[in-house]
């Protein structure tokens, strides 16, 4: 059993900062890559920011210079910084990680349950 839990939600003015943290755990080998998503009401779930096992970094156009996505790989836990936050921002952000088991050699994709990011004008 594996399981992606996200925290640091809530609700900001715009112009603010938020930082969410998403930790894996259970029977994990290794983290490949991992992400961010994010729904808003009405729209189709989106790629924020992703990062791979060495660190590489790709962003969403509309978060480009405002977010930073890294992570920890001893403590399993990945982080999103967001700075500069618009109403634009706000939507269920979910944490999404390609992870090796540790009790059969596959790879299996998992979804954290989300947390809520509200920007208020």
């Known amino acids: 059993q594996v399981q992606l839990v996200e925290s640091g939600g809530g609700l900001v003015q715009a112009g603010g900062s938020l930082r969410l943290s998403c930790v894996a755990s259970g029977s994990i080998f290794r983290i490949n890559a991992m992400a961010w998503y994010r729904q808003a009401p009405g729209k189709e779930r989106e790629l924020v920011a992703a990062i791979t096992g060495d660190g590489t970094t790709n962003y969403g156009d509309t978060v480009k210079g405002r977010f930073t996505i890294s992570r920890d790989n001893v403590k399993n836990t990945m982080y999103l910084q967001m700075n500069s936050l618009k109403p634009e921002d706000t939507a269920v952000y979910y944490c999404?990680?390609?992870?090796?088991?540790?009790?059969?050699?596959?790879?299996?994709?998992?979804w954290g349950q989300g947390t809520q990011v509200t920007v208020s004008s």
């Open positions: 999404n990680a390609e992870i090796r088991l540790g009790y059969a050699p596959v790879n299996r994709n998992y």
